[in-house]
Protein backbone atom coordinates (compact mmCIF):
# COMPACT_ATOMS: atom_id res chain seq x y z
CA UNK A 1 0.00 0.00 0.00
CA UNK A 2 1.75 2.87 -0.79
CA UNK A 3 1.00 6.75 1.32
CA UNK A 4 0.64 9.62 -0.10
CA UNK A 5 3.68 11.93 0.51
CA UNK A 6 2.75 15.48 1.86
CA UNK A 7 5.53 18.12 0.64
CA UNK A 8 5.25 21.09 3.43
CA UNK A 9 7.16 24.30 2.88
CA UNK A 10 8.36 26.89 5.17
CA UNK A 11 6.18 30.30 5.21
CA UNK A 12 9.47 31.82 3.04
CA UNK A 13 9.03 29.41 0.38
CA UNK A 14 4.96 29.75 0.41
CA UNK A 15 5.15 33.51 0.47
CA UNK A 16 8.18 32.70 -2.95
CA UNK A 17 5.58 31.00 -4.37
CA UNK A 18 2.62 33.21 -4.85
CA UNK A 19 5.16 36.02 -4.93
CA UNK A 20 4.10 38.01 -2.11
CA UNK A 21 6.25 39.05 1.09
CA UNK A 22 6.21 36.71 4.13
CA UNK A 23 4.21 38.90 6.65
CA UNK A 24 1.42 39.24 3.89
CA UNK A 25 1.57 35.52 3.66
CA UNK A 26 1.48 35.27 7.62
CA UNK A 27 -1.65 37.59 7.46
CA UNK A 28 -3.53 34.79 5.07
CA UNK A 29 -2.73 32.31 7.39
CA UNK A 30 -4.09 34.08 10.49
CA UNK A 31 -7.36 34.82 8.34
CA UNK A 32 -7.28 31.32 7.79
CA UNK A 33 -7.14 31.58 3.80
CA UNK A 34 -5.39 28.01 3.73
CA UNK A 35 -4.05 25.62 6.69
CA UNK A 36 -0.70 25.93 7.78
CA UNK A 37 0.46 23.70 10.83
CA UNK A 38 3.59 24.45 13.61
CA UNK A 39 6.01 22.72 14.05
CA UNK A 40 7.62 24.45 17.43
CA UNK A 41 7.55 28.12 16.62
CA UNK A 42 7.53 27.85 13.20
CA UNK A 43 4.50 27.45 10.66
CA UNK A 44 4.46 24.78 7.68
CA UNK A 45 2.42 25.06 4.71
CA UNK A 46 1.42 22.21 3.22
CA UNK A 47 1.94 22.33 -1.04
CA UNK A 48 -1.72 20.58 -1.80
CA UNK A 49 -3.14 23.63 0.69
CA UNK A 50 -0.97 25.91 -1.12
CA UNK A 51 -1.92 24.66 -4.33
CA UNK A 52 -6.24 24.96 -3.90
CA UNK A 53 -5.57 28.62 -2.24
CA UNK A 54 -3.98 29.44 -5.73
CA UNK A 55 -6.52 28.03 -7.58
CA UNK A 56 -9.01 29.95 -5.63
CA UNK A 57 -7.52 33.32 -5.90
CA UNK A 58 -7.07 32.72 -9.66
CA UNK A 59 -10.76 31.92 -10.26
CA UNK A 60 -11.59 34.59 -8.60
CA UNK A 61 -9.56 37.26 -10.55
CA UNK A 62 -10.74 35.34 -13.51
CA UNK A 63 -14.05 36.02 -12.71
CA UNK A 64 -13.52 39.91 -12.26
CA UNK A 65 -11.54 40.36 -15.38
CA UNK A 66 -15.00 38.86 -16.96
CA UNK A 67 -17.05 40.91 -15.12
CA UNK A 68 -14.88 43.88 -16.46
CA UNK A 69 -14.87 43.17 -19.74
CA UNK A 70 -18.74 42.50 -19.84
CA UNK A 71 -19.19 46.10 -18.25
CA UNK A 72 -16.78 47.57 -20.88
CA UNK A 73 -18.51 45.88 -23.85
CA UNK A 74 -22.15 47.13 -22.39
CA UNK A 75 -20.72 51.07 -22.03
CA UNK A 76 -19.50 50.60 -25.93
CA UNK A 77 -15.80 51.25 -24.66
CA UNK A 78 -14.24 48.76 -27.24
Given at each position: MS?????E??T???A???????????SLL????F??R?????????D???????RA?DGE?L?V????S?????????
Amino acid sequence: MSEKTLRELTTQQAADALNVSRPFLISLLDEGKFACRTVGTHRRVGDSSLAEYMRADDGERLAVVDELSAETYDLNLT
